[in-house]
Structure formats: C-alpha cells, structure tokens
C-alpha cells in the first residue's frame, strides 16, 4: 500500500507524533494525544485492516515508536500508551481475521498484514529496545504487593504480551533462505532477549511463588522461543561429538555414497556400448496402442524401462479434499551461539522452574481457568524438556511432576477429545489433527522416559518404572489407545510426520508390553465388555374376567380349609404390611396392604394373603376394612373373597406415565458395559493389529522408505513381521498395492542398503507364489484388502452355500413383483419408514434385513443406507454458552416438579438424549447426585385409577371414613379447641394431614434413637447434629434457595461420630444423604427438605428430662410453646402441624416417666392412656375430614389459648412426672 494513499486524518495524527533526526528523535506536544488516537483508530478499522496496513505501510513502529520508547523511557504516560499500541499493532495476522480467508481479496489483505509484521520483527531485533523492556519489567516485579497497583500489572501483561506477539511472527521464506548455522531474524531476535537479560526475568517469573498468574504467559513465550529447535540439536551443541556418533555420521555417508554408486552402475547398464545416430523403432508385442495395432516405440531400449501411456498427457489436477496433507514443520539449525545460549537456558528452567510451572499449568488447565488450546503449550514443553533431560544425562527428578499415571490420563483424555472433535468440526479438522499430533508426542515421550528408567542402575528408579507400567498396561484405555489411532488415520488431514511418530510410539508400546508381560506368568488386565440390552415393553396386564377370578377363588379357599387356617411362624413374621419410615401416608399403606393381599390371592398364594390380613389388622384394628379382631375362619375367607372381588384403585407404573421423550432414547443408551479383569495374553493383544485398517498405515508410510529414517523402517518391519511370521498371517498382505511396494523395494538399486525390507518382501512373495500354485483365485484375491476371516477362508479353503452362515432365503418372481409394486406405491406417500410399512403388508413373512437386501437387490435404491433407520435422539456433543444457560433456566423453573428431568427435556431448544443432559446438570454442579433427577412416583394419581374408589370400598366393608364433628367433640375437647384456632376456609386435605402423622411418628423413633446415644456418651455428636438443622432451616428461611449442605465435623468428638454405626443410623433416619462414591467426603443435608421438616427434626432430637424439684411439669413449656406457635400465625399449614406435633409430643412424654411413678397413680394413668388413645385416633379420622366449623373463628382463636394453658395446668396438677417442653424453634448453643 502506498504511503500517499493514507488516510488524511491518519496522516496527521502519524506527523503529529514528531520526527527522527539521524539517532534522536524529537516528539511533538500532542505526542501521547496523537499515540491514544491511533488506538481509537485501530478500533474502528473495517474487515480489511485497513487501519493496521496504512500504519504498516507508513513504518511508524520502526520510525516513531521504537524510538519514543527507547529516548523517552521516564514519560510514563507516553512509555504505557506506546507499548499499548505496539501490542495491537503486532498481534498476529490469523487473530486479526479469525482464520486463513478463503476470499481471494481478504487472502491479499491477510498476507500484506503478514509481510508488515514481519518487517516489525526485524525492527524488533535490536538490543536496545530488548534493554528497555527488561529494565521497566525489572523494576516492576521489584515493588512488593502492597505498592504494586493494577496499572503495575497491566504494564507487566503488556510486556509479556508484545513479546510474545514479535516472537510469534513467522519468518519470510523468500527472503530467509540462509543455510544451517547462520543467523536468522528469529536467531537475531532472541539474541537480543538475551543480551538484555530478558531471559533472566522470565525464569524469575516461572519459579516465583508470587508471579505464579504469569505462568501461561512465560510458557507460550518460552515454546515461541524454542521455535524451530529440536532437544537433540540442543544436548549436542557445543559438545565434542562420541565415538559412537562419528561411526553414525559414517554409516550414513557410506549409505548415500553406495546409492550413489547403485544408480550409477544402473545407468551404465542401461546404455549401450556404441552410440547410436539412429535410435531406431521398435514394436512392442502385445502392448495396444489407440488402434487395434501394437505400440511402436521410437527411442532407446535403455528408456523402455520408463515407458507408459501417460506420457505427454497433461497433468491431472488432484481436488484439494483429496491432496494428501503436508507437514507444516519446518526444522533448521541456528547460529551455534544462539543454540548454546538456549542450551544453558533448558539446563537452569530444568533445575529450578520445570515442575512447578507445569504443576501451576496443570492445575489451571484441570480447573478450566486456562483460554481455549492452552493445552498445547502444556503438551510441548512436557515433550521438549523431558527430551532434552533424557539427552542430556537424564535426572528423574528434574520432571517428577509430569512423570505420574495422571499425566498418561491427562494426555489420553486430550487425544480422545481432539478425535471427537475431528467428527464433530470438520471444517477445522486440520488444526485438530495438528493438536493431536502435540499430544501423540508427549505420550510417546512419557513412553520413552519411562523406558529410560527401566534401564537405571538405581533400584528406586526402576521400581517407579515398573509401577507405572503396570498402571498403564493394566487399564484398556492405555492399551487401545494406539489401535485406535491406528485404525481412524486419514491420509488427506493427518501429515506423514504424524504416521511416523505414531508407528514408532506403536513399536516402543508393542516392545515395552511384551517384555513387560513375559517377565510375569500372570499378568491380569481390565477387560471392558458392551451388552446390548433390548429395550423393554412395558405394556398394561390385562384384566382377569370373572370366570378367571372364581377358578382362582375356588383354589385359595380349598388350599386355606385343607390347611385349617394354620400359618407358619417365618410366613407370619414376614407379613409387615406397614412401614413407619416411610413418608407414604398411612391411609395410603392400608390401600396398598389391599392391593398386596389381592395380588396374593390371584397368584394362588392363599396362606400368605391370610398372613397379610392378619398382619394388616393388627396394625389398623378400627373398623371391618380387615375385619374385627374376634372375627372367625369363615368370616376370613368370606373377607378375602370379597378383596379378590373388588376394583381397587392402583398405581399407574411411571413408565407408561412419562411421554415419548423415553421411547425415543438412543441405542448407545441401551448398552451397558461391564468392567472386569482377565488374564492377559500377548499374542491374543497382537492379533487386534491384524485389520486392514491398521495395517494400512503402515504400507502408507513403507512408500517413502527411502525418507524414512532406519529405525522407522525397522518399526514397520518389526510390526509386518509380528503379523506374518508370529500371528502366521501373511496373506493379510496379498494385496495388488503392497506389491507394488515391495517391487520398487526390490527394483531399486540401492537396495542392498534396505536389507531387512528386502528380506521380507522376498519372504511374502515366495509364501504368495506357493499360495497361488495351490488356490486359483489367489490373482483375483490380489485385488481387495482382506480381514482375518477371509485370511483364514482363502488359505484353509472356502465355504460353500449355506455353511457357517445362515442359508440365503430365496424370492420367486411374484414376491418380486409384488415388492416392487408396493415399494412404488408407498414410495412418495412420506411413510417415516417405508420399510416397517412394506412387512405387514407382504404375503410372505420377511425380516427387515431381508426386505432391505432384495429391495438393493432389485435396483429400487442405490444402497442399503438409503433405507437405514433413522436413529432417534441427535448426535450433538458440545454446549454453547447459551445452551448452557438455557438448561440452566429450565432447572431453576421446574426443579420443584415431580419429572424435573422430563420436563427440562420437553422444553429444551436443543434435543438431546437424557444421558447427555443428566450428565451436563452433573458437570454444571445444579445437582450432586443423579438420584435426584429420578421422578418422584405419584400414586393414585388423578384420573390415573379406575373402577371403585378407595371411599366406596370402606363403604362396602361398612366403615364410614367421615365421623361427626360432635363425637369427635366428645372424644378429645382438647384436640377441637386447638384445631379450632384455624381461621375460616383453611383446611388441610387429606395428603396433608396423613403426611404430618407420618413425619410425626417418624419424629418419635428419631427420639428414641437419640436417647439411646446418649446413654452411649454422644451427646455433643446429637446436640451438634441438632444445632447444624437449626442453622440450616434458619438460612433456607433467610434465602429462600435450598442447596445440599455438606455436615462438616470439626471437633474429634464429632468425627469419632461420624464414623459410629449407630450414629450413622440416626443420620440416615433424619434424611441426611451419605457420600456419593469417589466424589463426596462428608454427609450432606438434601435440599428437598423444607424449613418445617428441618425444624420438626431438630425438636425430635430433644432429650427425655426429669422432673424438676419444684414440682413443674411441661405446662411451662407447653404454654411458651404455644406462646411462639401464636407468633407464626402467618404460616397456616406449618402452625396446625405445630400444634399436632406439640399434642403427641406431650403424650409420648407421658409414657417415657418411671415406672414407679407409673405404680403410684395408677388409676390415673390408665385414664391418660385412654385419653391418649382417643386424641390419636381422633387425629387420624380427623384427617379424612375437611374441617367445616365456620362460624364464630375469631372467639375461637382468642379462647384458643386460654384452654390449652388451662388444659397443661390442670395435667400439671395431676401428673409429676413429665419434664418442661423445649422450645420448637430455640437456637441450642453449641459450637458448630
């Protein structure tokens, strides 16, 4: 771009900032405005760059800002302003336009953006712009962090950051086609860092424990520093070379000087002794030329050798999808004191920096507070370091940080990752590939380093490699990994660097593991095995019709009157039909214990269903719904009978609930994988190469044999010669283009130097050529890749129709017709499946894989792919930000529902399976557990039952389920006074108040558990449990969130707790959730429990207290109870199960006093019981009633009171016994 054809505001603002006058510059007044205006500038520039290239083209970093930062270093204003700009400015060309453009127009402005940075770089080379940015970061990182501001830190990163960017730019290939050992701008460049003692300063920052933010920063530096240098080049600079590299550097001049020789002995061979005027014409017999006659060739017979057809023709141009990739790598060797600077440089980041900047990296890469592709980073300077310490007479504790199992891990799930992404972007598969490649290498050189300590003479160092080995190779995930990689190679993506590098580590891998494994007699391994499950039906039982019932009735009643009605006493103790525990309400037990007995009595189980309502009546002995307790035999059978008879209401199975979202999972869902161990096997291992896909690759690269290095061909050999020789399967390699391999292995002159190539090719060829004497179709077999079954038919001979496969099912002519007829029909009407509707309507009975084979057999499609079934679900791996926050928003709405997880999937833009999105909720940290995803089961659910209700079932066994309000007056005045004191139109139904008898009986067991740990001494482990409910229903209160709360002992007292059985009953039956496996370490308190559940369980942990001297008994706290409950009128429901909580508190309380206190009064004691008693089943019946008592609410609620202290004080006269009730709601002081 010409410097006229800047901008004119531009041009003003660049003249504005002074000019340079031989060495010195002098700036101008408005020479920081004019540096913070290009800044705007360079903000506001269009998709061209056109900001960025008119200031390229002007040169105003090598003319004007280079010099104002050198001559005005103490202008801190102007020193910050110029190197703010000069990172803008210098920031690599792909980060300005995102990617290489495509656009021809955009691709001219990416690379004149390039040549502009590249012309910085040489700008850049000088020592003393290096000098004045290592003295501004040295005197930065000398102030403490109390004097160091945030603009301090900004000024650091800057630094750092124009570094990094100059450092980053590539050099010009035209302009720099230097030879080895001369100095480059890149060699120049880093000269210059280290004449300034920049590298001094960074390794200051890598090893610093108060610099540790700096650490991605000083490790992006550090790789762009070593850029184009191998740890090899290194280790040897400067070093006398060893005997044993001098007779190297020999073998390999003797190798080029026999090559040499060969093509020239060939070329002598080729020509004739007289020279010939007259070349002559010759025809070729047998060969067609375009015509029907032979080819005549008109040159030498020494050229017949290159003839073909092709000759003369224009080259084909090959499509780019198809071109095979190039390696991007470019390596030369630098100016031998630039090599020693950086020598000494590995040696010191070694020694003092390598394991605590890569722990600092790992941990922030592990905790994701790294930037995309960070990783790389950390994947080359594991390579590179731990290369050139293996060189250079290798230390293990140099990189004992990288040198652990979690690194093999780290680097495994990388390369995994790195594969699903290749699937998944495959615009951008290239630059995926080349991050794989990254973390092939460090895998290989963990691989190499530990075989390097295999091989030391300490026997701790020995030890270290035999555990980590045994770690590597006892997990599938280590052992696969290069069959993997292997088998999905993609010539066109992946480089032949890549190939090389992975058929070496297969080799190191493949020798390391054989070794490994015959040292042992049994070596045992993981083993992971895949189950297809089928996807089960889940349809409805059919109803029994009457005739059904009365056969089975007939049966049951004949096996009961054999039997006398006699039960066994295992049979009787195992009929439990209640469960206090549980939170099902109770008038929902006693209809399941109905069902249970029916379900008994169908399946012909007559002594157990008589069990269950004997069990069933001791438990609900009020009313016939089990009969009375003298009822008889007859009246039993004749009770039975009818249960068998009636339509109870049942549960609906959840799975017939849930909608079309569970039908429509994907089939990986349905496969389960089974971990187990088997004993491991080399040669078994070694015949999961035996695959065309993998040996592939290795023909792939045996092409380039004479690039490839003697160890690469020794590594493809080594693998060929397992398969062949070992595994005896050499016709794996009867193909048309591994022969041609090995002919231009054998045809070529040098090929005395390929000994081990040479051998085997011959070995192969001899084996074929016995093969086809024997198989006639062994020129045809020739032309097709085959796998270990065909290997196995070809040479034992093949199978004929029918045998050891399932014999071809045959169509005559009229199923033909008549398919194909249907097929047209049903062609265009838009059937989802066209398959599934052409099988019912065949005459004949067809599978689908035979309708889809004769449908491709027919011509009516092209293949069998075009009528494959559609997979349900999606295959859509990643998250965007905003789906993120989309299921974020969708759990947050519906995390109180019954079916969270089914409604967070109807709802959801983005369909994905339920696995993938239980597992994101997981990894997002919305809940810790997936159990509480699980529907929570609804039974009797409206609209759900049919057939009688559960209401006129007690009516037909003559029990009435509602009672008169007066009766219940009668029975218990007390219990009406305080249910009285609801205001008008409150009432509680039924759910509601069988859930707070549940959670009420519940309380009473928890209170007896406590007691008894506290006979046990932990008092302090039930008084702190009982503190950590309060403060937890205290803040639920407070905000109105409910998340799972870890219960952190603190005390040893509490941790002993902790770890006591019996404690951890109590824990259990409270609700608290014990640690998930591999995840969690301390019990949690679920979020599902509510400020009142929590509150009523703290008040169940209450001790048992004696009775005061004085006389008083619960009144007292009876009546500030009371007083409190009084205060939190606000909240109805929790006030009503208050009271009933405080009634059958002090009735427990009543039967916990001594027993001599009971001997004393006891006429009086057997009235409370009874009084009890009828309070009890008052409450119960109550609960089947809405209340109704309207009139008069407010007299009731100020009488209220008054009646239950006149209540409390007429007990306390009676009864000495009972202790003062605690408070519901009072804070227990105790350390938490």
Known sequence: MDLFMMNCELLATCSALGYLEGDIYHKEQDCLESVKDLIRYLRHEDDTRDIRQQLGAGQILQNDLLPIITQYTEDKPLFDACIRLMVNLTQPALLCFGKVPDDPAFRHHFLQVTSYLQAYKEAFADEKVFTVLSETLYNLLQLGWEERAEE?????????????????????????KNVDDDASVHDKLLWALHMSGLDDLLKFLACAQSEQKWSFHILEIISLMFKDQTPEMLVNAGQMRSAEEKQKDADELELLRRKELAAKRCRNLQRGNRHSRFRGSYVIEGLKSIGEKDVIFHQGLHNFMNYSHDVGKGVRRVPKRKQIARDSE?????????????????????????????????????????????????????????????????????????????????????????YEMILTDRKCATSWYRRMHFALKAYQELLMTVNEMDRSKYDNIRHSASVIKSNIFYLMEFREIFLTLLRKFDEQTQPRSFLKDLVESTHLFLRMLER?????????????????????????????????????WLIVSEELRASGFQLSEVLSEDSVPFDAAADTPVHEQRTEALIRIQDCVMSRSG????????????????????????????????????????????????????????????????????????????????????????????????????????????????????????????????????????????????????????????????????????????????????????????????????????????????????????????????????????????????TRREVVSQIVVLGLVDSVKDLKKERKGTCIVLWTEEQEQELQTLFEE?????????????HITAKRSRARVVDKILSMGLVSDRRDLFKKRKRNAPGKSTGMTEEDFFGLTGESQDLD????????????????????????????????????????????????????????????????????????????????????????????????????????????????????????IPASLSVFHLRSLAVSLDPFEETSADGHTDAEGTNSLAAEIEDNMDNKDLRAQALRALLLSRNRKKSSAPSEDWTSCEGSVETEEHDDRLRVMSLKKRSRVLDSDDDDDDKKDEDSVSKMNSESDVESDSKTHAAPAKRRYRRVSSDY
Not at 1008 to 1036: E, F, Y
């Open 152 to 176: 301090h830190n900004l000024l650091i990163e800057r630094i750092l950051l124009l570094v990094r960017n100059v450092l980053h730019i590539p050099p010009d290939p035209y302009e720099e």
């Open 894 to 906: 519906y995390r109180d529902s019954d079916d969270v997880l089914g409604n967070i999937l109807k």
């Open 516 to 552: 490994f494994s015959k040292g042992r007699n049994n070596l045992v391994v993981q083993k992971k095995t895949v189950k297809q499950r089928k996807r089960s039906q889940k349809t409805l039982q059919p109803e029994a019709t009457t005739e059904d019932l009365e056969q089975t």
């Open 965 to 1084: 309000l007066d009766q219940v007056e009668e029975e218990d005045n007390s219990v009406e006074e305080l249910d009285s004191e609801e205001p008008i139109g409150v009432s509680f139904s039924k759910e509601q108040k069988s859930r707070s008898e549940g959670i009420l009986e519940r309380n009473l067991n928890l209170r007896n558990i406590a007691q008894a740990l506290r006979q046990q001494g932990l008092s302090g482990p039930v008084l702190w449990l009982q503190n950590s409910l309060n403060r937890t229903a205290d803040d639920r209160e407070e905000d109105g969130v409910s998340h799972p709360l870890p219960l952190v002992p603190l005390t040893e007292e509490n941790e002993d707790a902790m770890e006591n059985r019996a404690f951890q009953k109590l824990l259990r039956k409270v609700g608290i959730r014990a640690p998930a496996d591999g995840q969690e370490s301390f019990w949690r």
């Open 607 to 846: 002594p157990e269903a008589l069990s269950l309502l004997r069990a069933a009546r001791s438990v609900w002995p009020e009313g016939d719904t089990f009969g009375s307790v003298e009822v008889g035999p007859e009246e039993e059978l004749t009770l039975l009978k009818r249960i068998l008879f009636t339509n109870l209401p049942r549960p609906v199975d959840s799975a017939l609930e849930d909608d079309g979202i569970d039908l429509e999972e994907e089939e990986d869902e349905l496969e389960s994988v089974t971990v187990s161990e088997s004993e491991f096997n080399f040669l078994d291992f070694s015949k999961r190469f035996a695959n065309p896909n993998v040996v592939r690759p290795y023909f792939i690269l045996l092409r380039s044999y004479s690039q490839n290095s003697a160890h690469t061909n020794h590594c493809i050999i080594r693998m060929l010669h397992r398969l062949a020789v070992d595994l005896k399967m050499e016709a794996l390699f009867y193909q048309l283009s591994v022969f041609c391999v090995f002919n231009k292995i054998l045809e070529d002159p040098a090929a005395e130097v390929y000994q081990e190539l040479v051998t085997f090719a011959k070995f192969v060829l001899k084996r074929f050529f016995i093969f086809a004497a024997k198989n006639s179709k062994a020129f045809v077999e020739m032309l097709f890749w085959k796998n270990v079954g065909v290997v196995r038919e070809i040479t034992e001979g093949y199978s004929k129709d029918g045998e050891g496969s399932k014999k071809k099912v045959k169509w005559t002519t009229e199923e033909d017709q008549e398919l194909r007829d249907l097929y047209e029909k049903y062609n265009d009407s838009g059937v989802p499946d066209i398959v599934e509707t052409l099988i019912p309507l065949l005459s004949s009975t067809r």
């Open 330 to 418: 470019r390596q030369r060797r630098s100016a031998l004191n630039v090599r020693l600077f950086l020598r000494e440089f590995c040696i010191d980041f070694l020694e003092n920096c390598y394991n605590r900047l890569m722990y600092l990296v790992k941990e922030d890469l592990i905790r994701e507070r790294a930037q995309q592709h960070d990783e790389t980073f950390y994947l080359w300077a594991l390579t590179f370091f731990m290369t050139f310490n293996r060189g250079q007479n290798y230390r293990p504790d140099l990189v004992s940080e990288t040198m652990s199992i979690r690194t093999f891990h780290f680097i495994e799930r990388n390369i995994t990752n790195y």
